[in-house]
T-cell receptor, first 110, second 118 residues
Framework: QKEVEQNSGPLSVPEGAIASLNCTYS??????FFWYRQYSGKSPELIMS????GDKEDGRFTAQLNKASQYVSLLIRDSQPSDSATYLC??????????FGRGTSLIVHP | EAGVTQFPSHSVIEKGQTVTLRCDPI?????LYWYRRVMGKEIKFLLH????????ESGMPNNRFLAERTGGTYSTLKVQPAELEDSGVYFC????????????????FGPGTRLTVL
């Protein structure tokens, strides 16, 4: 049974701070890793994908992957109230079907 | 360009009734996926179409669920008869097939249909 674990939160950070979201996965054969952002009542939106160990930066977002530790994280720099949402970690192995975590609720307060 | 759309946005039915959910993928996307999120749980895969063919239906919970994609455009997911445990949010997603035949990594999700079975 492939599992993706996330702390459900909520994670509360002040505006301008760095928000750190973490995800662990059980399948060592996982190859692709995704972070989705979902606002309440809206569709999940892909914000980052990462495939190799290390860091990947895109604007205020940085994804970090450590396959040896089976760990992937998302850092949000200069957090804004508009970043308040649920962040879903998804992991995919050889197939095209991702396994999702339950999501972490992020609250950025002014 | 329009995104993935789903209809209805909400549906409340009684146990034993039938409900049909509809998904319109992004135009030109051959791949269409159905997912379900039960309250408090993670999003789980139900099935995958490539055009009008079912590529993978390993996630379908039981034979009360029937998905179709006639003509390879929109898809429907019928639940008949509905049970209480079918309540949840049903998401549809679509993705392209790259020219090399490799699945595009990005799946675009619709807003979901919230199904409540009473």
């Amino acid at each position: 049974q492939k599992e993706v674990e996330q702390n459900s939160g909520p994670l509360s950070v002040p505006e301008g701070a760095i928000a750190s979201l973490n995800c662990t996965y059980s399948d060592r054969g996982s190859q692709s890793f995704f972070w989705y952002r979902q606002y309440s009542g809206k569709s999940p939106e892909l914000i980052m994908s990462i495939y190799s160990n290390g860091d990947k930066e895109d604007g205020r977002f940085t994804a970090q992957l450590n396959k040896a530790s089976q760990y992937v994280s998302l850092l949000i720099r200069d957090s804004q109230p508009s970043d308040s949402a649920t962040y879903l970690c998804a992991v995919r192995g050889g197939s095209y079907i991702p396994t999702f975590g339950r999501g972490t609720s992020l609250i950025v307060h002014p | 360009e329009a995104g993935v759309t789903q209809f209805p946005s909400h549906s409340v039915i009684e146990k034993g009734q039938t409900v049909t959910l509809r998904c319109d993928p992004i135009s030109g996307h051959d791949n269409l996926y159905w997912y379900r999120r039960v309250m408090g749980k993670e999003i789980k895969f139900l099935l995958h179409f490539v055009k009008e063919s079912k590529q993978d239906e390993s996630g379908m919970p039981n034979n009360r669920f029937l998905a179709e994609r006639t003509g390879g455009t929109y898809s429907t997911l019928k639940v008949q008869p509905a049970e209480l445990e079918d309540s949840g949010v049903y998401f549809c997603a679509s993705s392209q097939v790259a020219l090399a035949g490799v699945y595009s990594n990005e799946q675009f999700f619709g807003p979901g249909t919230r199904l409540t079975v009473l």
